[in-house]
């Protein structure tokens, strides 16, 4: 016979599980001192604050480092909102890294094998592998003397199969927006701006990211704001959002309902995952919040040193599209000829400047077209040959390393000098009168023509 305790509970007998728990979480006080560690804290400051902790520990759950099913506001959640706000766009999306941002877009946006994506020959490489990782073709254009898109060769290189222009605000400066969005509505392709290294940039009032029809942003380490690794898509486009946004969680769907059929033709795929975990989250939360302060800092930088600069005859500071959008990150000079950028640049570097020649036929670099050997030779992942193979027929470009000749010849003149948010008015005017000492001590480049 049955006692009243061996009755199921199903059949309203007591519970055998009481309660389980409270745990805590797998990462507590060890993974905070760690994080300490990062920071560099010297032993004796890592241990009073390791103590202060342990006496604190006890009631302490340790956080919750996944953005969703989170019990907790989420910081990921937060540096959406935030970036969001800033950039002055409806949809922020964090993901992992810009690379992720630029494929969540392209797949927001439909783009796969065949279809062409028209991408600058001076970028970082991740803004064209991106399109090879989609199976789509990338189509190289030049860059003007702006260093960004050339508009002109834009509309050239636009056949029927362009589905994408990418538009790369290089080196913190904006690319030329009023004419490629021009271009954009009479072709009818959208454009996505390729914001990695001009976070806070504007073009014409309007931010960068908010101009074309999606934004990516790159939050990795050398970046004007940073979380490590990380990246935001921005868009207004409540449907591009929802498919990106997909596309980042294994196409999981956070929509209404998740597990329901498909609102529209299109909503369901599968994807990837690109999540920002709530650590990156709070870093660019944080981030976020002191973007006025580095861009504050940028722009004065280079304010000042072009306000101490003298320049000769032969030697122009770069045209930027638009100064008042500029972050202020890179001040670019163009020297006359290849030879005179060389000398000027090792003469700029035993002076101390912060300088940087951009293209050299000796030196690889995985900003410029020319070496770009995955396209260039049409490197395939898998047997299938994609994304080459995908090409409509007659329709795979020559690629070849002097397809653009006009970018690598602006690029071999160029000497780039990389500014510091923290830089004192002295350091400006020391960087400033290097350069006037060089470039003065140069009979030639002081000849008016
Ligand atoms: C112009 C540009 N696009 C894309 C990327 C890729 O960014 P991430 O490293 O966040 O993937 C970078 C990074 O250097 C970049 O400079």
Known sequence: MKTETMKLAVDG?????KALGPYTSKIHTEELMELLD??????????????????????????????????????????EQAFARFIGVKHALAVNSCTSALIAAL???????????????????????????????????????????????????????TRAIIAVHMRGMPARMDKLMALSRRHKVPVIEDVAQAA?????????????????????FYK????????????????????AQSWHDCAACWRPNRYASERREGELFCGENYRMSELQGAVALAQIRKAGLYLKGYRAAKRRIIAGLKLPAGVTLQRVADVEGDTGTNLILFLPSVEKTKWALSALQAEGVPAGGIYDQKVKDWHIYAYWDHILQQKAVSRDGLPWSGARRGHLPNYTKTMCPRSTEYLSRAIIIGTHWEYSR???????????KVLASDEELNVER
């Open 426 to 436: 002295r350091d400006c005017e020391a960087i400033a009168a290097g350069i006037n």
């Open 200 to 220: 806070g940039g504007s073009f014409r009032g309007k931010m960068l990211g908010s101009i074309g029809a999606i934004g990516c942003f790159s939050f990795d």
């Open 38 to 79: 990062l920071w560099e804290y010297p032993a004796g400051v890592k241990r009073e604050l390791g103590r202060v902790v342990a006496r604190h520990a006890a009631g302490i759950k340790g956080p919750h480092l996944f953005r969703y099913y989170n019990p907790r506001p989420s910081k990921v959640a937060a540096a």
């Open 107 to 161: 797949r927001a946006l439909g783009i796969g094998m065949g279809d062409e994506v028209i991408v600058p020959a001076y970028t970082f490489f991740a803004s064209a592998a991106v399109i090879g990782a989609s199976n789509a073709i990338p189509i190289i254009a030049d860059v003007d003397e702006s260093l960004t898109l050339d508009p002109r060769d834009v509309e050239r290189k636009i056949t029927p199969r």
């Open 13 to 17: 007998g007591p519970r055998a599980v």
């Open 224 to 243: 004007i704001l940073n979380s490590g690794e990380g990246g935001f898509l921005t868009t207004n486009d409540e449907w591009l959002y929802t498919r």
